[in-house]
């Protein structure tokens, strides 16, 4: 760390400590109440403010570039979900927060990165880094998180390393397999969605394992909440691919259609390529590629509202929900078990 004492929005660790009183995250509709909420509330306060430390920098332009989509918001679900499979042992081990800041400040260089690869303008409802400042600034505010994170992680040990290094490889293989496409004679679906397990469910799933394995869960049940973290983490991404489309007002962070207009595949697109109902014909026409056209891009987010394609996605969403509810049975019955069962739940009716 840097040493400096004032946090990114100009306020000491402490100060920031004091005003914070309710979660970070807004990922908020199915949190318990009772202690666990409040439990979880107090860690995600503590996240908040090593975060802050985290992006802080003696030179303030760093701080503020570093600082830029963390002030922008966001659901802090990793962190969340780290929290929370540590409740099944014992959270208060400070090992459990620093392995959260450590998932939320890659998922945030990720961020960085992936604007400057989709061309973004907006992020989490503000200017991304890379349309306010430079491709080049963003780029090296992600190299500069994840160096921050890197940092955080040595103090957790050797085996904590490697699995990062693993899940970072995933991220990176999915980026790039996202990037080039799926090979001639693949399944655009199943290559989809497998991206979606690297880029997206690998994070989670490290997230879900650090905050079980750092507060002293045994490792049966550590491996079954990884690979509930991985479910849950694409049914996030395919609630995402859906909020594209039917939201109507830009509740998610972005415009909705974004995915449509910059021809960016996602699954109710690729269901709609693959399908040969006639009445369809028109839907796949228009998501064949990049809708700069305005009255065309209106025109394809009504088609596809009213798509066999979107019903298909809904029910995949469905299906990995549903997969990660059964990586459950494992869990002791109680609060922590049906605030994740809720997640479950949440990630296929949630509208923001």
């Known amino acids: 760390m840097t040493g400096a004492s004032a946090t990114v929005d100009g306020t000491t660790p402490v100060e920031t400590w004091q005003r914070i009183s309710t979660p970070a995250s807004t990922i908020g509709p199915w949190l318990p109440d009772g202690d666990l909420g409040a439990r979880l509330a107090e860690g995600l306060a503590r996240v908040e403010i090593a975060l802050l ?20 918001g966001g659901k802090r679900f990793r962190p969340m979900l780290a929290l929370l499979a540590a409740q099944l042992g014992d959270p208060t081990f400070p090992e459990v927060t620093r392995a959260a800041v450590v998932c939320e400040l890659t998922h945030l260089a990720t961020l960085y990165h992936d604007d400057v690869m989709d061309e973004a303008a907006v992020r989490r409802g503000a200017p991304s880094a890379n349309s306010r400042w430079s491709n080049s600034i963003a780029i ?101 691919d859906v909020l594209d489309i039917v939201s ?39 998501v064949s590629g990049p809708i700069t056209d305005d009255d065309e891009h209106a025109e394809a987010l009504a088609l596809l509202r009213a798509s066999a394609a979107l019903e298909r996605t809904t029910e995949v969403l469905r299906e990995y929900a549903d997969r990660a509810r059964a990586r459950l049975g494992g869990v002791p019955e109680g609060p922590v078990r049906e605030a994740l069962s809720a997640l479950c739940e949440y990630v296929v009716t949630r509208t923001s």
């Open 53 to 72: 430390e985290a992006v802080d920098s003696e030179h303030p332009f760093v701080r503020e570039a570093a600082g830029h989509l963390m002030a922008a």
């Open 248 to 286: 109507q007002d830009g509740a998610s962070g972005k415009s909705p259609g974004t995915d449509l207009r910059e021809g960016v595949a996602t699954l109710p697109a690729l269901f709609a390529l693959a399908g040969d109902d006639p009445a369809e014909a028109r839907l796949r026409e228009l």
């Open 140 to 240: 090296l505010t992600g190299d500069l998180l994840f160096a921050r994170a890197s940092d955080l992680l040595a103090d957790l040990g050797p085996e904590a390393v490697r699995v990062q290094a693993r899940t970072y490889e995933r991220l990176v293989t999915g980026q790039l397999r996202e990037t080039i496409g799926a090979r001639p004679g693949d399944d655009p679906v199943a290559h989809y969605l497998e991206v979606l397990a690297d880029k997206t469910g690998s994070l989670v799933a490290t997230s879900a394992r650090f905050g079980a394995a750092f507060a002293g869960v045994d490792d049966e049940l550590v491996a079954a909440l990884t690979a509930f973290g991985e479910e849950v983490g694409v049914a996030f991404q395919l609630s995402d």
